[in-house]
């Protein structure tokens, strides 16, 4: 028995058990007492005829562009049939009930309200999304009380590795889906390859789990671009929250890199791209990740942002359906813009899926309180819905389902300023191309 994460309560209710035994009461066996204390992982004292689900995002703060779309799925989600009606488990019917919690971007706070689902909300699954300032700290704090997690938005590797994973071992309660560095590369170095350059690329990435994945010399993009023949020029490991990146441009310069790719948080990508341009630093082509990747990135850059390219792992252009509202991904994306006003985010696909994968794994099992086995279905889940087939048994690793993305540019819209465009689909043939790769910097 165990005192990691308990609160005060908690504890003294443990004491209270362990005085009854002391005071002469039938004596309880080893397990017997476990249970009393709530502490055998993968159980649960969570209320029998209602589920309970967890969801953590960063919906204020610097992250807080990939939560944009949260509160409106999660409004769609509780209005679909199983979720508004119950999970049917045999002939039994559980009421649901979604707990929301914002990390407010902080890995601490993430940590915290992790803790709280389990102690106070008693959570059976806990789903979360978007980096792994948010996704870690969460999956941590899930695996350590033995509670089933599902992650998104998030490259596997710096989730993986960054949490102490070990290669063909996966977690026991902990799973994801998203892609890779290879996913990466193969969304990236086909659009390198079609611009006429020296083949010079500057790499900058900050020293935080998403940066040091994609700089790693064995399995990320860094190693990628060099097997593609691409001649790398690191800018070097930066602090989250530099304002000054005159050295690391003119480093870039002086090695006459044409193309760019960085991998950092919002705030610093628009000072970065701002001194860049300053600075006269145009490469003919750059390609972000984790940055640009939702409308309102674009709006803090202006005209700055034309014509730059990321990755996108779901469009209005992905052919694929739910499985809780039968939408296509267009519909869902019109009634997105439809109630909302605003432009569509490809994070609400994601976050749809995690309750897709939500529903799938509950109605799977016999207990729902029985979170081996929840964790269980998640781990050998494969299943095709809004974010196309997700099989968490075909790896990398145990318990990763990845996804294919495609090449896009942010290019001049009509309905609004800038509309994603998808310029390439080299890495994900499923999706049709609709618009012309053209130079960042002609």
Same mark, same amino acid.
């Given at each position: ?22 005071s002469?009461a039938?004596?309880l ?14 159980s649960?004292t ?10 953590v ?19 769609g ?6 979720y508004?009606?119950?999970f ?13 919690k914002? %990390? ?8 915290q309200?992790?803790r +709280?689902?389990i ?13 792994p +300032? ?41 799973t ?5 560095m290879?996913?990466?590369g193969?969304c990236f ?12 690329v ?5 020293n ?38 005159t ?27 701002k ?9 003919k082509?750059?390609t ?9 990135d674009? +709006? ?10 990321t ?5 209005p252009f ?6 809780? %509202?039968?939408?296509s ?5 019109d ?12 994070s609400?696909?994601?976050?749809h899926?995690?309750f ?14 029985n ?10 889940m494969?299943?095709?819905g ?6 968490f048994?075909k790896?990398p ?8 993305p ?5 290019q001049?819209? %009509?309905k609004f ?11 994900n ?14």
């Amino acid at each position: 028995m165990t005192g990691s994460g308990l609160s005060f309560a908690r504890r003294v209710t443990r004491r209270e058990v362990l005085k009854t035994i002391g005071s002469g009461a039938v004596m309880l066996g080893a397990a017997d007492l476990l249970a009393a204390c709530g502490e055998i992982k993968g159980s649960s004292t969570a209320t029998s005829g209602t589920i309970t689900i967890g969801y953590v995002s960063p919906q204020t703060g610097a992250l807080a562009g990939f939560a944009t779309g949260d509160n409106w799925v999660i409004s769609g989600i509780r209005q679909t049939d199983p979720y508004k009606n119950g999970f049917k488990l045999g002939s039994k019917t559980y009421s649901v009930n979604i707990v929301v919690k914002d %990390t407010q971007s902080n890995p601490d706070r993430a940590s915290q309200v992790a803790r +709280e689902l389990i102690q106070s909300n008693k959570a059976d699954l806990i789903l979360t999304s978007s980096t792994p +300032e948010t996704t870690n700290p969460v999956a941590d704090v899930c695996e350590a009380n033995g509670v089933p997690c599902v992650s998104t938005i998030v490259p596997w590797e710096a989730w993986f590795f960054a949490r102490g994973g070990k290669p063909g071992t996966g977690f026991n309660f902990t799973t994801m889906f998203f892609f890779g560095m290879q996913q990466f590369g193969e969304c990236f170095i086909p659009m390198w390859n079609r611009m006429n350059t020296n083949k010079v690329v500057a790499f900058t990435y900050p020293n935080d789990a998403d940066g040091n994945a994609f700089r790693d010399n064995k399995t990320g993009l860094e190693f990628y671009s060099a097997q593609a023949g691409f001649h790398n020029i690191d800018g070097g490991a930066y602090t989250d929250g530099t304002t000054d990146y005159t050295n690391m441009i003119g480093n870039f310069k002086r090695a006459g890199a044409t193309l760019f790719t960085n991998a950092p948080i919002p705030p610093d990508f628009n000072t970065m791209w701002k001194q860049a341009a300053q600075q006269g630093f145009k490469p003919k082509l750059a390609t972000v990740a984790k940055v640009l990747l939702f409308p309102a990135d674009t +709006e803090a850059l202006g005209d700055l942002v034309n014509n730059v390219a990321t990755d996108a792992w779901w469009t209005p252009f992905h052919p694929y359906h739910s499985t809780l %509202t039968g939408q296509s991904c267009k519909q869902f994306s019109d009634s997105f813009e439809s109630a909302t006003g605003k432009q569509w985010v490809q994070s609400i696909g994601s976050v749809h899926s995690l309750f897709e994968i939500a529903h799938k794994a509950f109605a799977a099992v016999d207990d729902p309180h029985n979170r081996t086995q929840v964790a269980s279905q998640l781990k050998n889940m494969n299943y095709t819905g809004i974010s196309g087939t997700l099989d968490f048994t075909k790896g990398p690793m145990p318990g990763i389902a990845i996804q294919k993305p495609v090449g896009v540019q942010w290019q001049k819209g %009509t309905k609004f300023p800038y509309s994603m465009k998808v310029v390439d689909n080299s890495a994900n043939k499923d999706v049709p191309t609709n618009g012309d790769l053209v130079p960042t910097n002609p």
